[in-house]
């Protein structure tokens, strides 16, 4: 009896799990690729001529929700950068899980929209995305290089110009879908409050943008503000940038643009010498035919400081990228690509310009 008894509620459990587990779902995408480097200046000046097998924002998350009732419920998500390609993850990490977190939050959503708190893209950078100008996010087309405030150019996106920055800390509101438009604000406090106490308070960084999808058209808007008042600083100003993303698709066809203006632009995020102006512009295609699909980028950007002494890191900035891909996807879920990137690097005052060409075989698997 007692044996009939257990039988019976370990089958109980087996079928009452899925229902406890029902909002719950692991998910992921492992992106690696094989690429070779033929760049004439690279981090310091120097030049990098090597292949390497790399790991391209792979990632694992757990994401779910629980009904609170009265169209309210819980939500959250953990995601982790995963390191597929066994060597470094390019954020100073050799083991399988990188440093880095994704968009990491916990938050309420209901018919009102959605509230979260963590680690989350900011609504300039959902925005920049929702104009769908990514034609292979992640891979060397990739048009942004990252949390990364200076400028500085990424290895693994020589032909990116746009800034995204995923921030710590958010405080995000994204309201519902209102006949294809959506709009997200963000505040950020500071918390890493700078050598004079300034950055102390709970919206020091804050951003805001604005989506539209529908009959084939996609655009984004968005802008931020960062403090940037560091150590150093000559002044309290914030770096503003703002961004404009648009895209068509039509028949077998996507043709798109996108825009970026910032002002007081860090030089250093630790000098704090904020004086450059700066822009960024993009042209994109894709042409899919099939399962497969050819994608074509071409990039423009231009840093402007203030002064300008020759031969130094503080003259004007000019760079020009373009990139090839083709790609095949077996399913929905797997695709491999080869991919052409060039960039060139055009200093004021300095004698011989930069050449940066990458090639890229990859193969991407999402689950």
């Given at each position: 009896?007692?044996?009939k008894?257990l039988a ?39 030049g990098?001529?090597?292949?390497e097998v ?27 950068q ?17 440093k880095?977190s ?6 309420l959503?209901g ?7 963590g ?59 209102f ?12 918390e ?12 020091d ?6 989506m ?16 940037l ?20 698709t039509?028949?077998?066809?996507s ?8 002002s007081?632009?860090?030089?250093s ?24 699909a ?8 231009k840093?402007?400081?203030d ?15 373009w ?8 399913s ?28 890229s ?7």
């Amino acid at each position: 009896m007692n044996k009939k008894l257990l039988a019976a509620a370990v089958a109980a459990a087996v079928v009452a799990a899925p229902a406890a587990f029902a909002e719950s779902t692991v998910y992921g995408k492992m992106h690696t690729s094989i690429d070779m480097y033929d760049y004439d200046g690279y981090g310091n000046g120097n030049g990098l001529d090597n292949w390497e097998v790399n790991s391209r924002a792979s990632r694992l998350g757990f994401k779910g929700s629980e009904d609170l009732g009265n169209g309210l419920k819980a939500i959250y998500q953990i995601e982790l950068q995963v390191n597929s390609g066994g060597g470094s993850d390019g954020q100073g990490s050799s083991s399988f899980l990188g440093k880095s977190s994704r968009n990491t939050f916990v938050g309420l959503a209901g018919d009102w929209g959605t509230f979260l708190v963590g680690r989350h893209d900011t609504p300039a950078k959902m925005a920049f995305y929702a104009g769908g100008n990514e034609r292979l996010g992640d891979s060397i087309l990739d048009l942004n290089i990252g949390n990364n405030l200076n400028g500085t150019e990424s290895k693994n996106a020589p032909i990116g110009v746009f800034h995204e920055y995923r921030a710590d800390n958010a405080i995000a509101y994204v309201t519902p879908n209102f006949s294809g438009f959506t709009a997200a604000v963000a505040i950020i406090p500071g918390e890493d409050s700078d050598v004079s106490g300034s950055r102390d308070g709970i919206a020091d960084h804050y951003s805001a943008g604005i989506m539209y999808k529908g009959n084939g058209l996609k655009v984004g808007a968005g802008y931020s503000s960062y403090d940037l008042d560091g150590p150093g600083a000559t002044n309290s100003d914030s770096w503003e940038v703002a961004n404009i993303s648009a895209s068509y698709t039509f028949n077998n066809f996507s043709i798109g643009g996108a825009y970026e203006d910032g002002s007081n632009m860090p030089s250093s995020y630790t000098t704090g010498n904020k004086d450059n102006d700066y822009w960024a512009a993009a042209a994109t295609g894709k042409y899919t035919f099939g399962n497969n699909a050819v994608s074509a980028v071409y990039t423009h950007s231009k840093r402007e400081p203030d002064s300008c002494n020759n031969g130094s890191n503080s003259c004007d900035t000019k760079k020009d990228g373009w990139g090839l891909a083709a790609e095949h996807n077996f399913s929905k879920r797997t695709k491999v690509y080869a991919a052409y990137a060039s960039a060139s690097n055009d200093q004021d005052g300095v004698d011989s310009d930069e050449d940066n060409d990458a090639f890229s075989l990859g193969m991407i698997h999402s689950f």
